[in-house]
């Protein structure tokens, strides 16, 4: 009989708008933990969790709650913008995302976005 592996993770470490960027995307069973780093430590860790709207099953709207560091609306729209794909594509599940950024451009944005869409567990 082969085994799933209980942990899957994959990172990647690469320099992204002029500032080194580590991203690293770990699947449990019922949580994504997503880490994006430019200072090489945790940050804010923001919880993203999916819950039904009564119109629209589908489409679930995605609940933020900062769990450590600064809670600022900011926060909350950056966390959304870089990890609501991945609560979507892992079956709605709930992600935890750790961020330390530098650049929180849009173009940074974007390339994050695409950094965690390779380094895909779930």
Known sequence: IESKPLVISKQKTEVLCGVLTQVVCIAFSSHILV??????????LVC????NVASDFRKPVLT????????????????????A??????GNRTVLLAMAMKDKSMEGVKA???????????
């Open 85 to 90: 794909f991945v609560s979507q594509e892992a």
């Open 35 to 44: 880490v994006v780093t430019q200072f090489g430590k945790l940050g804010t």
């Open 48 to 51: 993203l969790q999916p819950s």
């Open 64 to 83: 933020t709650k900062v769990l450590l560091g600064q809670d600022e609306p900011l926060i909350h729209v950056f966390a959304k913008n870089l990890a």
């Open 112 to 122: 994050l976005k695409e950094m965690i869409r390779v380094r895909q567990v779930w």
